[in-house]
């Protein structure tokens, strides 16, 4: 499962390669917020939110504010980029020391704050590795965009 995961982690970073801090700052399409550079900080809250904080326990934040706050980056230079990957790369190493630490039967230490319930590693796997399908769809369309670059 984890492969799987890092799969979809490195085709994230590869379609942000080489791009400027207004590339990743591109629209989808109006009204959305939707750009590269919100993807990476949503995903690093994802990341945050399910393997650091509800299934270890970690302490209960925003990485980047309330709500969808992530996703609504409204300006970027090369340092808030840097700072921005850097954060998500780190994210991801703590991610897979978690990971390899528990077995995939292990439950989360916090229970979903929405739902009550308490999710299996396994489960939680699998739910990222569905997050980031999706978010690297949205990524790939995105990319696309900016200077026709396709695949992974």
Known sequence: MSGF????????LIKCEGLTPEQLLARSCPPSSLCLLGLVRHLTEVEYGWLHERFAGGVEQD??????????????????VAEALDSYARMVEQSRAIVAAAGLDALTVRAHPRTGERYSLRWILTHLIEEY?????HADLLREAIDGATGE
Not at 133 to 137: E, L, P
């Open 5 to 12: 995961l890092d799969y979809h982690r490195q085709t994230l």
């Open 63 to 80: 990485l980047y504010g309330p709500g969808d706050a992530d996703l609504d980056v409204a300006a970027a230079d090369e340092q808030s």
């Open 133 to 137: 399908a999706r978010h690297n769809g």
